[in-house]
């Protein structure tokens, strides 16, 4: 599924090609995604000019003049590439937007994805984005921000990092592995976690999101760029998907559990 890196991967990938150039017809195969398609909306879209790409949790926001704002979610396994404008329609390609030779080409075999015309203006206030929490990649976000929000609150460290009205984009996989390298076990209580620990928290989540964008994204999905490109190098993770291998830090073997429905990797020795 893609996550946070892949979804930023694509962002870059696509800054230059699009930006500056204007949208011209768009093709609508098959409008039942997670939520129906708004023809009206996205015809509306044509002929607009693309001023800039912005992500926001995991939706790419294409932002058009006339305050529109095009954002698109990959869902489990939407692909969203820019491909010659006569290269045949794609097995499972729903819809398309024509770039003068090119057109941007939405394929989403599982249909868990989503393509949104959207008033720019409105954006904070929609629905899929009014609740969403702090984005990681950014300056506010820290463990005083952590500590602030788990102020008050119980259970485990680890849903709580990837509670999405907390703090966005931190999937099964990255927190796995940003407990990890913060030395926190996966399942201490949020009430129990001192200081400084939460800061060792804040940068670990950073790390790991940064590293995971520095490599082009993942290899763990069907994630390819905006050019179609798969994720750059096989990832390179401490504990998730290794129970039974050594730790990195220690040599003890890592253990899975499952916690609130999902796998859980951690080392039993270095985290606590
Ligand atoms: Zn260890």
Excluded at 200 to 210: D, F
Aim: hydrophobic share 35%; proline share 5%.
């Amino acid at each position: 599924m893609p996550e946070l890196p892949e979804v930023e991967t694509l962002r870059r990938s696509l800054i230059e090609p699009l930006v500056g150039r204007s949208l011209g017809d768009v093709t609508i195969h098959r409008g039942d995604l997670r939520e129906p398609v708004d023809s009206t909306g996205l015809q509306s879209l044509a002929e607009r000019r693309i001023l800039a790409l912005r992500r926001r949790a995991k939706y790419l926001l294409i932002d058009l003049s006339g305050e529109q704002t095009l954002a698109i979610h990959l869902g489990m396994s939407g692909q969203l590439t820019l491909v010659d404008r006569n290269t045949p329609k794609a097995k499972h390609e729903h819809l398309s937007v024509a770039v003068g030779e090119q057109r941007l080409r939405f394929v989403d075999p599982r249909r868990f994805g989503l393509v949104l015309a959207l008033r720019s203006n409105d954006l904070s206030t929609d629905p899929h984005f009014a609740h969403l929490g702090l984005e990681p990649l950014t300056a506010e976000f820290d463990g005083d921000y952590l500590r602030a929000r788990a102020r008050g609150r119980r259970g485990p460290v680890k849903s709580f990092i990837m509670d999405a009205g907390i703090v966005v984009g931190v999937g099964n996989i990255y927190a796995s592995e940003a407990l990890y390298h913060a030395g926190i076990h996966p399942s201490r209580g949020v009430h129990r976690i001192a200081t400084t620990r939460w800061n060792r928290l804040g940068r670990a989540i950073q790390r790991v999101l940064s590293e995971a964008i520095d490599r082009g994204g993942t290899t763990f999905s069907d994630f390819v760029d905006g050019y179609g490109r798969s994720g750059g190098n096989q990832p390179d993770l401490a504990v998730y998907g290794r129970s039974g291998e050594p730790c990195p830090g220690c040599s003890e073997t890592i253990r899975r559990r499952v916690q609130g429905g999902r796998s859980t990797f951690y080392c039993p020795k270095c985290q606590r």
